[in-house]
Nanobody
Framework: VQLQASGGGLVQAGGSLRLACATS????????MGWFRQAPGKEREFVAA????????AYADFVKGRFTISRDDAKNTVYLQMNSLKPDDTAAYYC??????????????????WGQGTQVTVSS
């Protein structure tokens, strides 16, 4: 299973970026999809996830109201729209695919396929 993440870059505080994670049609239709991030010296943390049963998204408290997870069925791609970015959002962002569940998991252990990561750097 291959997950291809893209869209990272350097942005000033207050700016926006949209991350994309493309995968195969089989993976896309059979998986919950999530975004996680890891900053240098810190543990990986949950950002957002979406269940394929009812599309009920889940968000980490620190991104609510700023980030939005969405999907494009025609492109087999999940997106993470990030607005009002802060320097604390600087991290490598990873997309992940896991078994379909009614409630998308916030635990990385529930996801068994991971993309290569895309770097997001927010300058102050």
């Amino acid at each position: 299973v291959q997950l291809q993440a893209s869209g990272g870059g350097l942005v000033q505080a207050g700016g926006s970026l949209r991350l994309a994670c493309a995968t195969s049609a089989d993976t896309f239709s059979s998986s919950n999809m999530g975004w996680f991030r890891q900053a240098p010296g810190k543990e990986r943390e949950f950002v957002a996830a979406m269940s394929w049963y009812y599309e009920n998204p889940a968000y980490a408290d620190f991104v609510k109201g700023r980030f939005t997870i969405s999907r494009d069925d025609a492109k087999n791609t999940v997106y993470l729209q990030m607005n009002s970015l802060k320097p604390d959002d600087t991290a490598a962002y990873y997309c992940a695919a896991g078994p379909r569940r009614l409630i998308p998991s916030k635990s990385g252990e529930e996801y068994d396929n991971w993309g290569q990561g895309t770097q997001v750097t927010v300058s102050s």
